[in-house]
């Protein structure tokens, strides 16, 4: 019979990933109990969570044989030594994203997890985002028919460069590809799969940038393709999806409004949770068994916690984990190939 029991977690940094979407999902969910989180100067974390332990560092964390799973929310380019020693010291592993910086980090990642037995899975939040859950049953559906074309975009209004973080220092893992773009790319693939070419740009906008803060990255499939865009000055933004069939197209404005709730301080799961304001609804102008029909489609209410709802069912009942690593482990694959194709200034197969 399985296990009830809480599942201790701790996480392993405090940053704005910790902060805002991790501790307070975790601590919502009944299934998880909150048990250590690293924090080596300032005490935010002590403020806000007094029940839970403030450790000084990954290694107090890891030797703690209570604990059962860790949150890898650490700058990139620390992710696979993070998991790696996590995966050895027999801890179930939810790592932020992007999984790794390399292909080759993550394949050894899955293999390793599969030699201890050990759940892996990665924190690609933005496909409990509402409006992408929408936009996958119009997909779906075939709402507007057979798809030609979707088009994507995550816009910010950033024009500084933002001090003392790796963000913005050039080096593995750095940049709006990773940041962003794991999301964006993530969502594609869910929706259609991998392409079979790839062809992107990358480059810095802003005066000063040491990272690429752009990229214009057109996916190519049998019969469509997918192209998804961000900058960092964008500061009045167009639509968030644009998707258009044989037999219409659905437009759809906004972003998810979870992550403002997060920042606000409201509970995940709360009454209203994840619900879009109708204004933000996105437009539905398509055919369907020969009636034109045309106006607001009611956005999918969001939903982070299923992301650790799936999490729970994979630790104690031996689930699959919700987001399968040789999915993320693509997604890497592909974020190469852009680099690829801006390198070589043309498109890229993928095999």
């Not at 994979?314 to 801006?342: D, F, M």
């Given at each position: 019979?399985?296990?009830?029991?809480?599942?201790?977690?701790?996480?392993?940094?405090?940053?704005?990933?910790?902060?805002?979407?991790?501790?307070?999902?975790?601590?919502?969910?009944?299934?998880?109990?909150?048990?250590?989180?690293?924090?080596?100067?300032?005490?935010?974390?002590?403020?806000?969570?007094?029940?839970?332990?403030?450790?000084?560092?990954?290694?107090?964390?890891?030797?703690?044989?209570?604990?059962?799973?860790?949150?890898?929310?650490?700058?990139?380019?620390?992710?696979?030594?993070?998991?790696?020693?996590?995966?050895?010291?027999?801890?179930?592993?939810?790592?932020?994203?992007?999984?790794?910086?390399?292909?080759?980090?993550?394949?050894?990642?899955?293999?390793?997890?599969?030699?201890?037995?050990?759940?892996?899975?990665?924190?690609?939040?933005?496909?409990?985002?509402?409006?992408?859950?929408?936009?996958?049953?119009?997909?779906?559906?075939?709402?507007?028919?057979?798809?030609?074309?979707?088009?994507?975009?995550?816009?910010?209004?950033?024009?500084?460069?933002?001090?003392?973080?790796?963000?913005?220092?050039?080096?593995?893992?750095?940049?709006?590809?990773?940041?962003?773009?794991?999301?964006?790319?993530?969502?594609?693939?869910t929706l259609f799969g991998m392409p079979r070419?790839?062809?992107?740009?990358?480059?810095?906008?802003?005066?000063?940038?040491?990272?690429?803060?752009?990229?214009?990255?057109?996916?190519?499939?049998?019969?469509?393709?997918?192209?998804?865009?961000?900058?960092?000055?964008?500061?009045?933004?167009?639509?968030?999806?644009?998707?258009?069939?044989t037999e219409g197209s659905y437009i759809k404005?906004?972003?998810?409004?979870?992550?403002?709730?997060?920042?606000?301080?409201?509970?995940?799961?709360?009454?209203?949770?994840?619900?879009?304001?109708?204004?933000?609804?996105?437009?539905?102008?398509?055919?369907?068994?020969?009636?034109?029909?045309?106006?607001?489609?009611?956005?999918?209410?969001?939903?982070?916690?299923?992301?650790?709802?799936?999490?729970?069912?994979?630790?104690?009942?031996?689930?699959?984990?919700?987001?399968?690593?040789?999915?993320?482990?693509?997604?890497?694959?592909?974020?190469?190939?852009?680099?690829?194709?801006?390198?070589?200034?043309?498109?890229?197969?993928?095999?």
């Open positions: 019979m399985a296990s009830t029991t809480p599942i201790a977690t701790a996480i392993l940094s405090y940053g704005m990933s910790g902060e805002v979407f991790h501790a307070p999902l975790l601590e919502a969910h009944p299934g998880f109990a909150l048990q250590a989180i690293v924090q080596r100067r300032a005490r935010t974390a002590q403020r806000r969570y007094p029940q839970v332990r403030i450790a000084g560092s990954v290694a107090e964390v890891l030797q703690d044989s209570a604990v059962e799973l860790v949150i890898v929310n650490t700058p990139n380019a620390t992710h696979a030594e993070f998991v790696t020693a996590a995966l050895e010291a027999g801890k179930h592993v939810v790592v932020e994203k992007p999984f790794t910086v390399t292909s080759g980090e993550a394949g050894q990642l899955i293999a390793l997890a599969q030699k201890h037995q050990r759940m892996l899975t990665v924190f690609q939040n933005r496909r409990w985002d509402g409006d992408f859950l929408t936009l996958q049953q119009i997909v779906n559906s075939r709402a507007v028919g057979t798809v030609v074309e979707l088009e994507a975009h995550y816009d910010r209004f950033r024009n500084y460069i933002e001090a003392n973080t790796w963000k913005e220092e050039s080096g593995p893992g750095t940049g709006i590809l990773y940041n962003l773009g794991s999301h964006m790319l993530d969502q594609v693939t070419a790839v062809d992107a740009r990358l480059g810095i906008q802003r005066p000063g940038g040491r990272v690429e803060d752009f990229y214009d990255i057109r996916l190519q499939y049998d019969g469509h393709q997918a192209i998804v865009k961000s900058s960092y000055l964008v500061r009045e933004g167009g639509p968030r999806y644009s998707v258009h069939g404005y906004g972003l998810d409004p979870q992550e403002q709730a997060l920042k606000d301080g409201k509970t995940p799961g709360s009454a209203g949770w994840g619900v879009e304001d109708a204004g933000q609804w996105g437009k539905l102008n398509t055919t369907l068994q020969g009636l034109h029909i045309t106006g607001q489609v009611e956005t999918q209410p969001g939903n982070y916690l299923q992301f650790y709802h799936g999490v729970y069912n994979a630790i104690r009942e031996g689930k699959e984990p919700p987001v399968l690593p040789q999915e993320s482990l693509e997604g890497i694959k592909l974020i190469e190939a852009c680099y690829e194709s801006n390198r070589l200034r043309q498109a890229v197969r993928l095999s």
